[in-house]
Nanobody, 125 residues
């Protein structure tokens, strides 16, 4: 079992920045591939970013590419999502997800077994 907890959400003006943090425990963190997803009100959950077990490889949704950065610190069992130049359309609940079975990067929600409770990000115009 893996316990995932996000933090760092909040209210920010358009053009601002936020950094989301995600702590994962229960298994050796370096064996977990990690991802961030988001779900806006009334919409389906969307992929945001993914990072490999070593942190060397990352992948982003086109909508956030160049603005968001995913990173991890395996010594601290943490993964981060640095969000810059935020836009109102980035408003959503952001979820961190963990998986230890798959290979490479997980780009779909179905590839992840463990999820956090979510943290709300609201970007005002």
């Amino acid at each position: 079992q893996v316990h995932v907890v996000e933090s760092g959400g909040g209210l920010v003006q358009a053009g601002g920045s936020l950094r989301l943090s995600c702590a994962a425990s229960g298994r050796t963190f370096s064996l977990l591939r990690m991802g961030w997803f988001r779900q806006a009100a009334g919409k389906e959950r969307d992929f945001v970013a993914a990072i490999s077990r070593t942190g060397v490889t990352t992948y982003y949704a086109d909508s956030v590419k160049g603005r968001f950065t995913i990173s991890r610190d395996n010594a601290k069992n943490m993964v981060y999502l640095q969000m810059n130049t935020l836009k109102p359309e980035d408003t959503a609940a952001y979820y961190c997800a963990a998986d230890f079975r798959g290979y490479g990067l997980g780009l779909k929600g179905s590839e992840y077994d463990y999820w956090g409770q979510g943290t709300q990000v609201t970007v005002s115009s």
